[in-house]
Nanobody, 114 residues
Framework: VQLQASGGGLVQAGGSLRLSCAAS????????MAWYRQAPGKQRELVAA???????NYADSVKGRFTISRDNAKNTVYLQMNSLKPEDTAVYYC?????????WGQGTLVTVSS
């Protein structure tokens, strides 16, 4: 499975960005797609995840501000990020899990200026 992420960039605090990640290859019907992030000097953390059935969960730090969604026909997951804060600055990684196998995208940098 290959993952191609896009949509990162520089935004002012309070602004919005939308990340996209398209999966290709041996895509199964049952899977989970997610976004993780890693800030400088910190561990990678889960931001949000969504199953192929549409069930989602979020890190407490982004609840109410970020929305994860997916288009199963396009094997694509999205992360709509609103009300961005400087502490959201990180490299965001797309993640795909299928049958206990983890796949990672290349990461896309999100920088939020104060």
């Amino acid at each position: 499975v290959q993952l191609q992420a896009s949509g990162g960039g520089l935004v002012q605090a309070g602004g919005s960005l939308r990340l996209s990640c398209a999966a290709s290859g041996n895509i199964g019907n049952i899977n989970v797609m997610a976004w993780y992030r890693q800030a400088p000097g910190k561990q990678r953390e889960l931001v949000a995840a969504i199953t192929n059935g549409g069930s989602s969960n979020y890190a407490d730090s982004v609840k109410g501000r970020f929305t994860i969604s997916r288009d199963n026909a396009k094997n694509t997951v999205y992360l709509q990020m609103n009300s961005l804060k400087p502490e959201d600055t990180a490299v965001y990684y797309c993640n795909y899990v299928q049958r206990f196998n983890f796949y990672w995208g290349q990461g896309t940098l999100v920088t939020v200026s104060s």
